[in-house]
Nanobody, 127 residues
C-alpha cells in the first residue's frame, strides 16, 4: 500500500512559478508510474503529466506542455511537478497518483489506471 502526500500548493499571481512535491511511503515508489492530475471547480479531473518508473519518459497535457516539468527521485521516493508561467486557468486541486507497473518505461494517462492517490493540494493563480 502506497501513501502519497502532496505539498507546495498556494496562491500565486499569473506568471509565477510553483513546485509541487509528492512524498510516497509504505510501498515501493520506484515500481510505480507517477501521475499528476488536477480538478477545477465544476470540471472533470484531468491528467496534467505522467512519468515512467525510469523517469526517462513523460507525457504532458497540451495546455501545460513547455510550462510544466514532471520529475521523480526514486532514491528519495519523491515526485515533483515544476509549474512555470502559471495562468489563472491552472487553478485547481492538484493530485499525485501512483500506478504500480512492471514496465520500466510505460506511462499512463488514464486516471482509472492509478491505484493510489494523495489528498490533493490547492493551486490558485490570480490574474
Amino acid at each position: 500500500q502506497v501513501q502519497l502526500v502532496e505539498s507546495g500548493g498556494g496562491l500565486v499571481q499569473a506568471g509565477d512559478s510553483l513546485r509541487l512535491s509528492c512524498a510516497a511511503s509504505g510501498g515501493t515508489f520506484s515500481n510505480s508510474i507517477m501521475g499528476w492530475f488536477r480538478q477545477a471547480p465544476g470540471k472533470e479531473r484531468e491528467i496534467v503529466a505522467t512519468i515512467s518508473r525510469s523517469g526517462g519518459r513523460a507525457y504532458y497535457v497540451d495546455s501545460v506542455n513547455f510550462r510544466f516539468v514532471v520529475s521523480r527521485d526514486n532514491a528519495k521516493n519523491v515526485a515533483s511537478l515544476q509549474m512555470n508561467s502559471l495562468k489563472p486557468e491552472d487553478t485547481a486541486v492538484y493530485y499525485c497518483a501512483a500506478d504500480p507497473s512492471s514496465n520500466w518505461f510505460a506511462i499512463s494517462r488514464a486516471g482509472a489506471d492509478y491505484d493510489y492517490w494523495g489528498q490533493g493540494t490547492q493551486v490558485t493563480v490570480s490574474s
